[in-house]
């Protein structure tokens, strides 16, 4: 098969770089005579993995040494029920930012838990903006302070960190993390599934810093305890082995990119051409307020929603995949993470330019 591009949201595409060398190593991991599929996380090889993947990732996010990394399992999903489980510190409420379907979510689960604050929503715009910072209501007594830094259906993304007065702040990154920098000693604890921006699906990432361990409420299943998995290196239980290796070759293919700075500047330029192709046209519209247009996840909407399918079938034929909207919101969505190669943004560009032409 030829050469294509895979817009998906998620799982989602994967340097072919990283493809190549998995695909080189699955029968051997570097002399081992061992492929990493079979490898005991406890035995001579795979602990090398582990170490590496970790600080891989300390290093290209400049994570302070009073945090802790956990590779989970359970998705972002798993997070939205075990960060009131975790960190509630005997508190009984937390604030929420709701700004789309993520962020919705988690506060719909956390509500099993404790009182949740919503304390600013976006919901009657469509969740099309974020609602102005200085209007936010928070709670000098809740636990924390949780947004979504990348929604990743509706395509909005905050540009800066909210501040979050005093409150430990909190957030899912699962769709932007690593993708421009941020300020880690800003937040309280980060998490993010690893299937949008670094690579297979099957690893939660948990950065949480260490003052916020300890507190897990006693029904918390251990594998599910910060403070527990810290401690055993998130091996209290086998970890996903295959998956952290491959999470690990994709740290260390975004290392030789330039690490995140050079990611982000990639990022932008890739999204700052598509958006500007979409605002030109006349077929396409993006209904996201300008400031807060995510640079991973792209919808757009055509004009007659009858050329939907039209659309979606011409583009496959010029192998330019997976860009239906989400059910939730319908229309397109071109999710250009990371490993989207500027040409895939250009070989789109191209394609939406001639469709609209001959239609
Ligand atoms: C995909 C996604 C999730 C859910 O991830 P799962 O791994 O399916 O649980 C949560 N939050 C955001 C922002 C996402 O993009």
Same mark, same amino acid.
């Given at each position: 098969m030829s050469e294509i591009y895979n817009f998906s949201a998620g799982p989602s595409v994967f340097p072919k770089s990283v493809l190549l060398q998995a695909q080189q190593e699955l029968l051997d991991w570097q002399g081992s005579g061992q492929s990493v599929l079979e490898m005991s996380h406890r035995g001579n090889y795979f602990p090398t993995i582990a170490e590496q993947l970790e600080s891989d990732l300390r290093a290209l996010m400049a994570i302070p040494d009073n945090y802790k990394l956990l590779f989970l399992q359970g998705g972002a999903s798993a997070q939205f029920s075990l960060i009131p489980q975790n960190i509630l510190r005997g508190k009984s409420s937390a604030c929420y930012v709701k700004t789309g379907a993520w962020s919705e979510k988690a506060v719909i689960d956390a509500q099993n838990f404790c009182d949740v604050l919503?304390? $600013?929503?976006s919901e009657n715009s469509g969740y099309t903006t974020v609602p102005e910072e200085s209007t936010w209501v928070l709670d000098e007594q809740a636990a924390y302070l949780h947004y979504t830094t990348n929604e990743t259906i509706h395509g909005v993304e905050f540009s800066k960190i909210p501040n979050a007065k005093g409150l430990p702040l909190v957030a899912d990154m699962s769709s932007n993390i690593l993708s421009r920098v941020i300020d880690?000693?800003?937040?309280?604890l980060i998490y993010a599934g690893t299937?949008?921006?670094?690579?297979? $699906?099957?690893v939660t990432v948990v950065i949480v810093r260490e003052? &916020? &361990?300890?507190?897990?409420?006693?029904?918390?299943p251990p594998v599910f305890d910060y403070q527990e998995q810290a401690k055993s290196h998130s091996m209290l239980n086998t970890p996903a082995t295959y998956n952290w290796y491959l999470v690990g070759l994709v740290l260390k293919w975004l290392k030789a990119q330039g690490g995140v700075a050079a990611m982000e500047q990639f990022n932008n330029a890739k999204a700052a051409k598509l958006y500007q192709a979409i605002d030109q046209s006349t077929l396409y519209s993006n209904p996201v307020d300008v400031s807060y247009r995510s640079r991973m996840n792209v919808p757009f909407i055509l004009a007659d929603a009858n050329l939907d399918q039209v659309f979606l079938k011409s583009a496959e034929t010029q192998? &330019?995949?997976? &860009?239906?909207?989400?059910r939730s919101v319908g229309g397109m969505r071109a999710s250009i993470y990371n490993a989207m190669p500027e040409a895939g943004v250009k070989a789109l560009i191209d394609f939406m330019i001639e469709f609209e032409r001959t239609h």
């Amino acid at each position: 098969m030829s050469e294509i591009y895979n817009f998906s949201a998620g799982p989602s595409v994967f340097p072919k770089s990283v493809l190549l060398q998995a695909q080189q190593e699955l029968l051997d991991w570097q002399g081992s005579g061992q492929s990493v599929l079979e490898m005991s996380h406890r035995g001579n090889y795979f602990p090398t993995i582990a170490e590496q993947l970790e600080s891989d990732l300390r290093a290209l996010m400049a994570i302070p040494d009073n945090y802790k990394l956990l590779f989970l399992q359970g998705g972002a999903s798993a997070q939205f029920s075990l960060i009131p489980q975790n960190i509630l510190r005997g508190k009984s409420s937390a604030c929420y930012v709701k700004t789309g379907a993520w962020s919705e979510k988690a506060v719909i689960d956390a509500q099993n838990f404790c009182d949740v604050l919503v304390s $600013a929503s976006s919901e009657n715009s469509g969740y099309t903006t974020v609602p102005e910072e200085s209007t936010w209501v928070l709670d000098e007594q809740a636990a924390y302070l949780h947004y979504t830094t990348n929604e990743t259906i509706h395509g909005v993304e905050f540009s800066k960190i909210p501040n979050a007065k005093g409150l430990p702040l909190v957030a899912d990154m699962s769709s932007n993390i690593l993708s421009r920098v941020i300020d880690v000693s800003r937040y309280g604890l980060i998490y993010a599934g690893t299937q949008k921006n670094m690579g297979p $699906a099957g690893v939660t990432v948990v950065i949480v810093r260490e003052d &916020l &361990l300890g507190y897990a409420s006693k029904t918390t299943p251990p594998v599910f305890d910060y403070q527990e998995q810290a401690k055993s290196h998130s091996m209290l239980n086998t970890p996903a082995t295959y998956n952290w290796y491959l999470v690990g070759l994709v740290l260390k293919w975004l290392k030789a990119q330039g690490g995140v700075a050079a990611m982000e500047q990639f990022n932008n330029a890739k999204a700052a051409k598509l958006y500007q192709a979409i605002d030109q046209s006349t077929l396409y519209s993006n209904p996201v307020d300008v400031s807060y247009r995510s640079r991973m996840n792209v919808p757009f909407i055509l004009a007659d929603a009858n050329l939907d399918q039209v659309f979606l079938k011409s583009a496959e034929t010029q192998g &330019l995949f997976e &860009l239906r909207g989400h059910r939730s919101v319908g229309g397109m969505r071109a999710s250009i993470y990371n490993a989207m190669p500027e040409a895939g943004v250009k070989a789109l560009i191209d394609f939406m330019i001639e469709f609209e032409r001959t239609h």
